[in-house]
């Protein structure tokens, strides 16, 4: 019986631990998916704003669903952030196409952050399986764990 115990209270320690691995997982999944929309909003600026005419009116995305009245000045070049607060001139087409290489890049890490949850959550799966079980055998009826 010590035994049994002792495999419980393994068991649901091995729960807990994966449980708070798929959150981690799922917080990641949400940063990921949060810079995915960012850039694909920058992508799609940017393609309109391409074919625009010096001067021409536009409305420019800020976020949160809000908009900026703006004449466009020079739509070859625009100013990109390349990282540690580093911003850099480049054309238009070379900032579409890093953007959109930022989008595949995002989009691989978002699938193999997917298949670590899926692979969290069937362990979790299973992890109650052999509790309910363990539980069973010493003769309880069942096993909740939430």
């Known amino acids: 019986m010590a035994s049994e115990d002792e495999d419980i209270r393994r ?3 091995q ?3 994966y449980e708070g691995s798929a959150r981690a ?3 990641r999944l949400d940063i990921v998916n949060a810079a995915m929309n960012e850039f694909a909003v920058a992508s799609s600026t940017l393609e309109g704003i391409k074919t625009q005419n010096p001067d ?8 949160g669903g809000s908009f900026v009245r703006a004449k466009l000045a020079d739509v070859s070049k625009i100013v990109m952030g390349v990282g540690a607060g580093v911003a850099i001139e480049k054309p238009i087409q070379d900032s579409i196409s890093e953007i959109k290489a930022r989008l595949a890049d995002m ?4 699938t193999a952050l997917q298949d ?4 969290t959550l069937i362990r979790i799966e299973e992890e109650r399986e052999k509790l309910g ?6 003769g309880g009826d069942s096993l909740t764990v939430l």
């Open 11 to 13: 068991s649901l320690v």
């Open 15 to 17: 729960l807990r631990i």
């Open 25 to 27: 997982l799922q917080a």
């Open 56 to 63: 021409a009116d536009t409305l420019i995305p800020v976020g």
């Open 107 to 110: 989009e691989k890490a978002r």
């Open 116 to 119: 670590q949850l899926t692979q």
């Open 133 to 138: 079980e363990i539980v069973k055998k010493r």
